[in-house]
């Protein structure tokens, strides 16, 4: 890459979202970017190269964004990073707001927020939507739910992918205790199925 260049990362798994990125990026003129799908490829390219930016998304198939972001200050500390994401939960904004990050950004969001959103880190600031900033803002951060013991349980053996009458029978209760174990997680996480529920709790414990 041209040293000269602003040199961007993105950090996103869907190939089509990260094109659209790219695109919006490079019309600001000097800049130079990259894409990553996954934590071996992000890996890689710090390697390779000092980026002055990365865009990251929360949801990356083999880790978490939260893990990403420790590892991207370890590893490049001079960059800047900006959060785009579809994750607009209270204990995601929450989290968010206690991270070294430069900016944040919705997907529910028009594209055009996104190219302000890099224009302005571009250019030394911080941007965050609004969405993000008015939770920043708030002196009350939304507590991460409490979870029992057995809560904790039920969900580390469904992020192995077990069903409810294999978690029951490994942790010996009825079906029944076990679905009601699973329909609390999804209450106390506000997770609409399984696969959610799973990130969600990968997320926070």
Same mark, same amino acid.
């Given at each position: 890459? *041209?040293? !000269?260049?602003? %040199? +961007?990362?993105?950090?996103?798994?869907?190939? $089509?979202?990260?094109?659209? =990125?790219?695109?919006?990026?490079?019309?600001?003129?000097?800049?130079?970017?990259?894409?990553?799908?996954?934590?071996?490829?992000?890996?890689?390219?710090?390697?390779?190269?000092?980026?002055?930016?990365?865009?990251?998304?929360?949801?990356?198939? *083999?880790? !978490?964004?939260? %893990? +990403?972001?420790?590892?991207?200050?370890?590893? $490049?500390p001079?960059?800047? =990073?900006?959060?785009?994401?579809?994750?607009?939960?209270?204990?995601?904004?929450?989290?968010?707001?206690?991270?070294?990050?430069?900016?944040?950004?919705?997907?529910?969001?028009?594209?055009?927020?996104?190219?302000?959103a890099?224009?302005?880190?571009k250019?030394?600031?911080?941007?965050?939507?609004?969405?993000?900033?008015?939770?920043?803002?708030?002196?009350? =951060?939304?507590?991460?739910?409490?979870?029992?013991?057995?809560?904790?349980?039920?969900?580390?053996?469904?992020?192995?992918?077990?069903?409810?009458?294999?978690?029951?029978?490994?942790?010996?209760?009825?079906?029944?205790?076990?679905?009601?174990?699973r329909?609390?997680?999804?209450?106390?996480?506000?997770?609409?199925?399984?696969?959610?529920?799973?990130?969600?709790?990968?997320?926070?414990?």
């Amino acid at each position: 890459m *041209d040293k !000269n260049m602003y %040199k +961007l990362l993105i950090i996103d798994d869907h190939p $089509i979202v990260a094109e659209g =990125i790219k695109n919006i990026a490079e019309q600001l003129g000097d800049v130079t970017c990259q894409s990553a799908i996954c934590m071996k490829e992000v890996e890689q390219a710090v390697n390779a190269c000092q980026f002055d930016l990365c865009i990251i998304d929360l949801e990356l198939p *083999d880790t !978490n964004g939260f %893990k +990403l972001i420790d590892f991207l200050h370890n590893q $490049i500390p001079e960059c800047r =990073i900006l959060i785009y994401t579809m994750h607009e939960e209270p204990w995601v904004i929450s989290k968010l707001a206690h991270q070294a990050i430069h900016g944040a950004v919705s997907k529910n969001n028009s594209i055009q927020e996104l190219a302000t959103a890099i224009k302005e880190i571009k250019n030394g600031n911080k941007y965050f939507c609004k969405t993000f900033s008015e939770q920043f803002g708030r002196n009350s =951060i939304t507590q991460v739910p409490e979870l029992s013991k057995r809560e904790k349980e039920v969900l580390a053996l469904l992020s192995q992918g077990l069903s409810t009458s294999e978690i029951a029978n490994k942790i010996f209760l009825s079906t029944n205790t076990v679905h009601t174990y699973r329909k609390r997680l999804m209450e106390k996480l506000e997770a609409k199925n399984v696969a959610e529920l799973v990130y969600k709790g990968t997320e926070l414990f």
